[in-house]
């Protein structure tokens, strides 16, 4: 097994943290992240961007896509990027009011910023209806519908949400439940359309106890929702899943396994899984198959890691982006991972 690392931003001045990354048209990666004074301090923040064109191996000066928040009522979090399949390229991001309690339901809207040049130019920030945190990608189903879904507390506990559109975002569905429960809080949702109408959403579970990832399907393009059922990655935070080129699914994710913290953290290790469409649609979770694979370890005493985002290229390599503090010693820096599905298993 062979993981080759690449530094994408270390900038020991500012707490780099929060990626993802998108191919673009032309087969380059380009990574976006936050940049903020701690991760426990957003007095300022600025959302990122870099790019690559050897593959992760070197990345261009980080630069901005929005404006620093220092003197703003405002601050960014999280950013997402995907790639629509009319080759347009979109970034979300939920921008919270500082004097609001950051899970509250009127506390953050979502953004868009949209480049129809490949990321070279960036049309925003647009409004939409959602509000809530830690919004995923802008998720584009077979029939050309959006989904739009952040979260918040409602009646005490986190909760799932979207809106969707069936013209491009020019205009939005009412607010729709993805998941809720009265026994966990539900939130930083992965959406990954299987066909046939039907969606899945994997879910992190935010008691800080290790439960597994949770999981609920959609079967009419993601306007109604089932049963919340354990999918078997244990301690699962911030999921990204996607298909791989040849049908299995992959989902990064942070692994926090619970317990009192008392060592400084108890996030260290970024993992990834590999599944297939028959586990992702299974209703038990003795009927899912995955394999999961240690990508890195943060060795700082307060460490802190484990948003990730990836990307596969044509000819099969993964590459895999992640923020962790490790060697930084007290910021955040931006690391690049590069493997392949044989890193999982071996094929003859």
Not at 150 to 171: I, P, R, V
Request: with cysteine.
């Amino acid at each position: 097994m062979t993981i080759r690392k690449y530094t994408i931003s270390n900038d020991p001045s500012i707490y780099e943290a929060w990626p993802d990354a998108v191919l673009n048209n032309s087969g380059e990666i380009l990574c976006v992240f936050s940049e903020c004074t701690h991760h426990r301090d957003r007095s300022y923040t600025r959302i990122m961007l870099t790019e690559s064109g050897d593959r992760g191996r070197t990345w261009s000066p980080k630069h901005p896509l929005t404006e620093g928040t220092a003197d703003k009522p405002y601050y960014y979090n999280c950013a997402r990027i995907n790639r629509l399949s009319d080759g347009e390229l979109v970034i979300t991001v939920d921008r919270i009011k500082r004097d609001h309690a950051e899970c509250d339901a009127t506390a953050s809207d979502v953004l868009l910023y949209r480049s129809p040049d490949d990321g070279r130019s960036w049309i925003g920030p647009i409004s939409t209806p959602l509000n809530g945190i830690v919004p995923d990608k802008l998720t584009e189903l077979p029939n050309g519908r959006l989904l739009l879904s952040a979260h918040y507390k409602e009646e005490g506990k986190l909760t799932q949400f979207l809106h969707y559109s069936d013209d491009n975002g020019k205009n939005w569905s009412d607010r729709i439940t993805v998941a809720k429960s009265p026994s966990y809080h539900l939130c930083e949702v992965s959406l990954l359309p299987l066909g046939s109408g039907t969606v899945a959403a994997f879910l992190r579970e935010n008691s800080g106890m290790g439960y597994d990832c949770k999981k609920v399907l959609s079967h009419d393009n993601g306007e109604t929702w089932g049963a919340i059922h354990d999918f078997p990655l244990p301690g699962c935070h911030r999921p990204t899943s996607g298909f791989l080129n040849d049908g299995r699914i992959l989902l990064t994710y942070r692994f926090l396994q619970g317990g009192s913290g008392a060592w400084g953290s108890s996030t260290q290790n970024l993992f990834a899984a590999l599944t297939d469409r028959e586990s992702v649609l299974a209703e038990t979770r003795s009927g899912s198959n995955v394999r999961i694979l240690p990508i890195d370890f943060d060795r700082s005493p307060m460490a802190d890691l484990g948003y990730s985002g990836w990307v596969q290229f044509p000819d099969g390599e993964i590459y895999i982006v992640n923020y962790l503090v490790d060697d930084a010693w007290d910021k955040g820096q931006i690391r690049g991972y590069s493997l392949t599905p044989d890193d999982f298993l071996l094929t003859q």
